[in-house]
């Protein structure tokens, strides 16, 4: 299903039509339900609005988009390799979402793939500064301090909350 279709409107009693009696989905045959958006279904269009809005911040500071970037010697995707103004070329990561409970880099297994990213990248000849852009950053506990470590360590040039004006700021270094 594309991203611009709309899935048909389910109402209380779990059909598509007003005049329609209540029935259970579970009654119906398979082919007949209404279709259910899955969390990895609903993650995924997040995701790709989330990497909209970055795209869109990094245009509009200057940098010249020029995709994603397989690194296959370490294993690594690279979601927009971009030239900054200055005409370096920088490696931006992008965890974000908008919904959940754990959105952006609170979620620990999320932050730990981009720790292990910033990690892996270390290993490439000539690394571009590799920067993750977030929806959210931890705020406490083992994932503030998964993020501190990998920060000390050069794991990351730097990690830049998208919705912090100050934080985004911080681009325009590069």
Same mark, same amino acid.
């Given at each position: 299903?594309?991203?611009?279709?709309?899935?048909?409107?389910?109402?209380?009693?779990?059909?598509?039509?007003?005049?329609?009696?209540?029935?259970?989905?579970?009654?119906?045959?398979?082919?007949?339900?209404?279709?259910?958006?899955?969390?990895?279904?609903?993650?995924?269009?997040?995701?790709?609005?989330?990497?909209?809005?970055?795209?869109?911040?990094?245009?509009?500071?200057?940098?010249?988009?020029?995709?994603? *970037?397989?690194? #296959?010697? /370490?294993?690594?995707?690279? %979601?927009?390799? @971009?030239?900054?103004?200055?005409? $370096?070329?920088?490696?931006?990561?992008?965890?974000?979402?908008?919904?959940?409970?754990?959105?952006?880099?609170?979620?620990?297994?999320?932050?730990?793939?981009?720790?292990?990213?910033?990690?892996?990248?270390?290993?490439?000849?000539?690394?571009?500064?590799?920067?993750?852009?977030?929806?959210?950053?931890?705020?406490?506990?083992?994932?503030?301090?998964?993020?501190?470590?990998?920060?000390?360590? *050069?794991?990351? #040039?730097? /990690?830049?909350?998208?919705? %912090?004006?100050? @934080?985004?700021?911080?681009?325009? $270094?590069?």
């Amino acid at each position: 299903m594309g991203d611009h279709e709309q899935l048909p409107l389910t109402l209380a009693g779990g059909g598509t039509d007003p005049g329609e009696a209540p029935s259970s989905d579970a009654a119906r045959p398979a082919d007949q339900r209404p279709p259910v958006r899955s969390f990895q279904a609903s993650a995924g269009i997040q995701g790709r609005q989330f990497a909209e809005q970055a795209d869109t911040l990094l245009t509009h500071l200057g940098y010249e988009l020029q995709g994603r *970037r397989v690194l #296959a010697e /370490v294993g690594v995707e690279i %979601d927009q390799q @971009a030239i900054s103004p200055t005409g $370096r070329t920088v490696w931006f990561e992008y965890k974000g979402s908008v919904q959940g409970n754990r959105p952006g880099l609170r979620r620990t297994d999320t932050l730990k793939k981009a720790i292990a990213n910033g990690a892996l990248l270390r290993a490439v000849a000539d690394p571009a500064p590799y920067i993750v852009i977030t929806s959210h950053l931890p705020e406490a506990g083992s994932g503030a301090a998964m993020l501190d470590a990998a920060l000390r360590l *050069r794991f990351f #040039a730097d /990690v830049v909350c998208l919705y %912090d004006p100050s @934080a985004t700021g911080r681009l325009t $270094r590069w």
